[in-house]
């Protein structure tokens, strides 16, 4: 590592923004130093046709990591699509509701499964299964409380709220044979999962898995041979049926990133279980340190359905709030002001978050709250 | 300049790719520069919250310099969206022929807008207007010769065909009142055009505009204010209406990289009319080589009809033209194998294309037809 390169990483921030997030050291100096050549082609990887070999096995490699990583069963296709969440809560109910008389059963946890609900219902196929609006979306229903629809073709819940901080720890138990179709973009791959559990599993990049611009998307191959009313772009099936599951140029160079968090994820961490372990870790340093001030800070989520992903947590108000983000940016310690809808703070201590750093955001929570409280 | 960057450079080879094509040197000299640091903001660009100051300011520049170059009139939205040109295919005729009866008139001049017209049929909007695959995709339509559909409620034609390599060189003349909607994904930027002539112009950025990953919509605000079927991220409006114009979280590092290409357009080569000029240069002593060696080398395109981005050609047997490629990759002059569907060769010379290169590939085109005529 040259002068110029430790200077950099010396004047690095601890980034604990929701997404676009922070991204493993390791893997932003790879992409810098193979910038203008990748591997001896003579061009930048984001200047590779996506159908030359080059790239090709890039994506390929970047598939099967995952799939390692995941243990994703073979009858599982593995699409690297676009849009986000909200172009697949569009494809969702088209893909997979189409049949007349069929809904797709939502449970609304927080904002993003109520976007995803709400798109379903646009398109006249969202049903109401469980609303957490009148629980401030501060915890997640026991299965008891949720109301299953009769005629549902799939159930759709969010796995981890990343506005709200609430996270599921177990499945929650759909009615038999109707599959389970979960946005996990907030927590993807930051721990094991048995995809056989899902019909379909999908996540933005941004998050856990690599940068903006990428939609990855996990689906049993029985799903994709439904009766449908999408077509072109929006068809599941176009995309796993074309060459290479390219139904046209995808986003080249954020499938690279992601393969390279993967590789990271594979040699420098060592798994899943493992990344679980540490995450664990990471969110019990922080929730410490905000329940020994209990009263001074005031966590929002139910302490069964803490997200380890993102800690959303305020202070008694906003003036005493905003000081906390300000100090702590002073701190090197960034993003940390609450998404506008709920106020407060949030923490997001995604796979790429050192120990290190979480470590240095709760000595400053102790801090601020001995100095304040 | 240190000497590691200089060896990049050096073994740098001129990529005539069609896209995901090569970009300015400068733009990667940038993106390398600031890759674990952007502007003191102690991360990379990837790393930067959508919703945040520096990010903000990074799409807001981008637009800025966008409209700038291209002089695009006040009364036009201009989106950064996700999907490609595929995406745009269904999202046209959603959200733009949405009324009972109405349609999308298509000119069907080569592989690309062959598709726009199918994916429209898909929805029961599409109406051919003209169909170039009797004349092999060869030649654009005489205004005489479209049958322009009575009910379309928009026509949407390809400036420029990048497997046929057949160009518009003017507008087409659609009947008064009706919206030309232009796939202009290998020629955006590459010339100026008068925006006020169309309804919407849309391209993928990876030819001339950026990396793959972004899509930009360019759309006169009238058109938003249609009875629309579209819903969700399908929804222009969505997009435009959106808190800076952020529907979701937008492909923040190719909105990036688009918007240093911008500036290499503004601050290096001087603007549209210079860029054009420029790839007049570049396309002439291409076709010059090739024309010197008529017979042996069988351009594609009829003369009028040209691509001053996309040259296809061909010899008189694939045989040759398999040497032709091989032996051009081993001077340097990469990716020039014609895509799949027309056989032959390709050399896509995108504005980032220099001169240097086309010559270099001129003097290849000579060589080789003296070599082996």
């Known amino acids: 590592m040259n ?37 001896g082609s003579g061009m930048s990887v984001m200047e590779l046709s996506h159908r030359g070999q080059t790239f090709i096995e890039i994506q390929r490699e970047t598939e099967r990591r995952m799939r390692e990583l995941m243990n994703i069963p073979a009858e599982y296709s593995v699409l690297f699509v676009q849009g986000g969440g909200r172009l697949q809560n569009v494809m969702i109910p088209l893909n997979l509701a189409a049949a007349e008389g069929t ?84 927590d993807l791959m930051s721990r094991p999962v048995r995809v056989a559990d899902y019909g379909m599993i999908y996540a933005c990049a941004q998050k856990n898995a690599g940068i903006a611009g990428l939609t990855i998307v996990i689906i049993r191959r029985d799903l994709l041979e439904r009766v449908t009313s999408a077509s072109g772009y929006l068809h599941y099936r176009a995309h796993a049926d074309s060459e290479d599951q390219m139904y046209n140029t995808p986003p080249t160079f954020p499938i690279y990133v992601t393969g390279l968090v993967c590789k990271w994820l594979q040699d420098e961490i060592g798994g899943l279980e493992r990344m679980a372990a540490i995450n664990r870790d990471k969110a019990a340093v922080l ?44 701190h090197r310690l960034s993003d940390l002001k609450g998404h506008r809808s709920l106020g407060g703070m949030r923490a997001s201590i995604y796979n790429a978050m050192p120990l290190a750093g979480v470590e240095a955001l709760a000595q400053f929570v102790r801090d601020f709250a001995q100095r304040n409280g």
Chains 1, 2 share one sequence.
């Not at 002068?3 to 810098?32: C, H, M, W």
Request: glycine residues 6%; aromatic residues 10%.
């Open 3 to 39: 002068v110029a390169l430790s200077t950099a990483q010396d004047q690095r921030v601890y980034n604990f923004s929701a997404g676009p997030a922070t991204l493993p050291l390791p893997v932003l100096e790879e992409i810098k130093d193979e910038l203008l050549n990748y591997r």
């Open 287 to 330: 929730y410490r340190a905000l329940d020994e001030h209990a009263g001074f800070y005031i966590p929002h989520a139910a302490r069964n359905d803490r997200s380890l992903m993102n800690v959303a947590f305020r202070t008694a108000s906003p003036e005493l709030d905003d000081r906390f983000v300000a100090e702590a940016r002073r």
């Open 103 to 186: 809904v797709g059963d939502y449970l609304v946890t927080g904002a993003w499964s109520k976007y995803s609900f709400q798109d379903a219902q646009a398109l006249g196929r969202g049903h109401l299964a469980w609303d957490g609006a009148p629980h401030r979306f501060a915890r997640l229903p026991s299965n008891e409380e949720i109301a299953w629809a009769p005629n549902a073709s799939y159930v759709h819940f969010t796995s981890n709220e990343t506005i709200h901080g609430i996270q599921f720890h177990s499945v929650p138990q759909a009615p038999r044979g109707v599959p389970l179709i979960c946005d996990s973009s907030s």
